[in-house]
């Protein structure tokens, strides 16, 4: 990490005018994503800011910091060569489902799979906002849209069970409104050496509104979700009496003191470990069968892309005897022509 000096969140604002709209989820995120950097304590000329194209994609203007807003589907490349050829910046990338899971998918998947240290906030609004309300990859079957008029007739993408297959290292869960658990999250995925996916639940108020209300509202999301901590017991619910347990090859919710369980046949979430069969049934988890889970499911350790390529220059160049442009040009086969 870079050296530290005393920084507030207000020092990562920039001077734009925030354009997304009146009650947008996006808000919420850039005050997280703000906040958790000033606890980080990370110089704003330390970290560079890569987005794609879409509302969320304007995120770098409302960013003291370096930035670039790119082209559709392309912020995952340019992070990437952003990260490699200047492995001390702290590279955050912001993308959209449809930027980031559609177009992007590609590049999605291969950055998560070198294992590239860049921060990755996925704003999951389950449409194409900026575009004016098309279905996304992340979309439910049966979604109605403007180029879904029917119905969709295809499941969605889930973004954990995607980066979990891309040989995911750290996978996360917030929603937009959940400041406090946002930005806990947000530092976790920060700390974290390697590709971290944290995936918003976001609200678009204009085209997609209420989309995850069924478990973000007061009433029920101390039911519908579970925040997962690392080391301790899988509880949730209103009373804090219910709890996950695995029921063959499968998770299961019950309620403490019912049918015989107790406190003691609770599940301990350990999201450090490499197995990742667990991670990938927590991931999957969504309601009503079962509650959504929220916080850092899978934080494990690997070798990160930039850090290898950082040492096999260090390596090679100890070892070469070419250290000028003259001499690579006159190394190998080399003809004269007369
Ligand atoms: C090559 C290319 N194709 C299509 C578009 C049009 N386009 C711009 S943003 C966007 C989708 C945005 O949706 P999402 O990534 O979910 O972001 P949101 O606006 O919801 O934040 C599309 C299809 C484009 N700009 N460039
Ligand atoms: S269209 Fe939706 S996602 Fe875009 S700024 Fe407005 S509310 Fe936010």
Redesign the pocket.
Known sequence: MSEQCELKFSDYKSDLSVRWCPGCGDHAILNSVQKAMANLKVKPHDVAVIS??????RFPYYMNTYGFHT???RAAAVASGVKVANPDLHVWEI??????LA?GGNHFIHLIRRNIDINVIL?N?Q?????KG?Y?PTSKRGFISKTSPFGTVEDPFRPGELALGARGQFFARTVDKELKLSVEVMEEAAKHKGTSIVEVLQN?VIYNDRTHEAITDKKHKLDRTIILKHGEKMIFGTNGDKGLVMDGMDIKAVTIGQDGYTMDDILVHDAQTQHVSMHRKLANMDYPELPVALGVIRSAEGLSYDESVKKQVEDVQEKTSIHTFEELVNSGDVWEVK
């Open positions: 794609g194209i879409g509302c969320s994609s082209i559709h589907g993308t959209g489902d449809g930027d980031a177009i704003f609004n449409i194409y906002g900026l575009t098309q996304s678009c």
